[in-house]
């Protein structure tokens, strides 16, 4: 396919510096288009999805882990069509369909942006833009929990905040595994946690884990919610050997030199009190985003085994935006929030 003329500046949203996102992104009429490098893609963006880490990133939570250079076009999660391939790419061509969670350079926010081959996944046949944009960055997740869980048929699982992004996935992929589930949720979400799947919801306002099932009742628990007292939760319910999996820490917030260097203790302590074949495991899960692991996700799509809940939808502008980050930040997300143009 003849590639598609492409301008060499575009419309995209900025951040300047670290702040909250009403007072630091700003639309820029003449960011630069630039050639995709050897190895990248040239997506032209025609949907992004916010996450709960976009959020903390533009504020500054963890530039102690990853600096920003600015400025910067926020957004991990997008969706959209090949315009340009670098020398060396193989897997994709113009006009291809593609997604992808965009881990370092993000670029849900432009017009275009590029984006590394082995990070890029087509899109599932039959979704639109904005479903495929809220895949990539939560359901790896999910499914890199339940592969530390070691989830199969016959397994007890706990998923904590099961009606959100990761958890609503976590959800759908452990039943299908055949595992047994209990979701947590609130009590607004509890319908819809069964419709994903779930044999049991228990009402995190009223009740939980260990009051509704007993010690010893789960081989896993997945935390998406995070705090010191999903682990101690988790530790009455989990069966000698059960494992506890969690995308989250105990502490929200700015990450410090002081909570880093707590947050590294804490996992050591948890990790050596597991140690045996009797000891309750303790696995943080850090998400490795690739092609290989999304096309895995996307299977589960195509198969009927996953699908995507959209919360809202929001036009993939400056206010737009905005307004998703405040929708985000209030945590009654159920299912994704996704921006398109």
């Known amino acids: 396919m003849t590639p598609r003329a492409v301008p060499r500046t575009q419309r995209a949203i900025v951040q300047s510096r670290y702040g909250a996102a009403r007072d ?37 939570n963890r530039r102690l882990i990853t600096r920003r250079r600015f400025p910067f076009t926020p957004l991990f999660d997008l969706a959209g069509v090949v315009t340009a391939v670098g020398d060396e790419v193989t897997s994709f061509r113009v006009g291809d369909r593609v997604h992808a969670d ?74 299908a595994a055949g595992a047994f589930v209990a ?27 260990p009051s509704s099932f007993g010690a010893d009742s789960f081989d896993v628990v ?26 989250a820490r105990d502490e929200d917030g700015v990450v410090t030199p002081a909570s880093a260097a707590r947050l590294l203790s804490t996992i050591t ?32 799509v195509e198969a009927g085994q996953v699908r995507v809940h959209l919360s809202g939808s929001f036009p993939l502008t400056l206010e737009g935006v905005r307004a998703a980050m405040e929708e985000s930040r209030a945590g009654r997300t159920t299912g994704k929030l996704v921006l398109q143009r």
């Open 102 to 175: 965009n881990e370092i350079d993000a670029g849900g926010a432009s017009e275009y942006v590029n984006v590394r081959e082995d990070l890029l996944a087509p899109v599932p046949a039959g979704l639109a833009f904005a479903e495929a944009a809220a895949i990539p960055l939560a359901a790896q997740t999910a499914l890199t929990c339940l592969n530390r869980g070691r989830v199969g048929p016959g397994t007890r699982v706990a998923v904590i905040g099961a009606s959100g992004g990761v958890g609503h996935f976590a959800v759908q992929m452990a039943h």
């Open 24 to 60: 630091v992104l700003a639309l820029s009429g003449a960011f630069p288009v630039h050639a995709p490098g050897a190895r990248e893609v040239q997506v032209q963006v025609r949907a992004a999805a916010v996450n709960p880490i976009d959020r903390q990133m533009i504020e500054g």
């Open 269 to 300: 302590a948890r990790r050596l009190r597991g140690a045996g074949a009797r000891g309750r495991k303790y696995h943080p899960v850090f998400l490795k985003a690739s092609g290989a692991l999304l096309r895995r996700v996307n299977e589960r």
């Open 222 to 247: 997945i935390d998406c919610v995070g705090g010191r007292e999903q682990w101690i939760g988790a530790r009455q319910i989990l069966r000698p050997g059960g494992r506890f999996v969690t995308i």
């Open 183 to 209: 979701g947590v949720a609130g009590a607004r979400s509890r319908e819809f946690v069964h419709e994903m799947g779930a044999d049991a919801v228990i009402d995190r306002h009223r009740s939980d884990l």
